[in-house]
């Protein structure tokens, strides 16, 4: 919930050192779009995919373009991709992950925010048990350690190189116990690693 203000990204992308263009974005599980809302004025076209159907219709209130969950990668490439709090939510990150790598148009970014400690839960899977089918390997002690343990082995070994990264506070729904949980939202803002033969 609430990732990020428009001023915070603008100082991550420019933390990243991207300078546009600012043609297109595009928000995976955007879910009903609140933080796509504080940057889609900074582009021309804006997409979002999300795999509830009420989440759907909160995108499309927005004016934002919904795309497929299966399909979204033929409307790219993107100049700018966000896949915000999705990667612990989907069933198979890994294969996500290089998806919004070859959607990225050339000197794009992709943003990913993940909640640390890693915990993941699908809602509905392949496996029928809240686990994902694939396993992504986030492993390192604490916080600080889980975020190196993200760069150096998972983004770094599928090609995506780390320009910058932050942490926020992320606010989720709780339970009967407490109405609302502070979690640690570690963000990084990638590119795609040149290979040099
Ligand atoms: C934790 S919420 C994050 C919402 C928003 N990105 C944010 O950071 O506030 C995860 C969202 O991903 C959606 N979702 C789960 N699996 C998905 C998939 N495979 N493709 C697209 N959306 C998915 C869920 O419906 C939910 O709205």
Not at 35 to 52: E, G, K, M, P, Q
Not at 155 to 166: D, R, T, V, Y
Request: glycine content about 10%; overall charge negative.
């Amino acid at each position: 919930m609430h990732v990020f203000s428009t001023e915070q990204f603008h100082k991550l992308m420019d933390a990243s050192g991207f300078t546009g263009p600012w043609n297109s974005l595009i928000d995976l599980g955007a879910g009903d779009g609140a933080t796509t809302s504080h940057i889609a004025h900074l582009f021309n076209r804006v997409y979002a995919t999300d795999i509830s159907a009420p989440m759907r219709w909160a995108l499309a209130r927005r004016k934002f373009i919904v795309l497929d969950i299966e399909r979204w990668q033929k409307s790219g490439p993107f100049n700018v991709i966000l896949c915000l709090n999705l990667l612990d939510r989907c069933d198979r990150p890994n294969t996500m992950l290089r998806q919004l790598k070859s959607s990225l148009a050339p000197g794009g970014r992709l943003v990913v925010a993940i909640v640390l400690p890693f915990s993941p839960y699908v809602e509905v899977g392949e496996r029928g048990d809240h686990k994902p089918a694939e396993y992504l390997p986030v492993k390192g002690n604490g916080l600080d350690g889980q975020i190196a343990g993200l760069i150096d082995r998972v983004f770094g070994p599928i090609g995506l190189k780390c320009l910058a990264w932050s942490k926020l506070p992320y606010l989720c729904e709780g339970d009967l116990g407490q109405g609302y949980y502070f979690l640690d939202d570690a963000i990084f803002v990638l590119e795609v690693q040149e290979v040099n033969f």
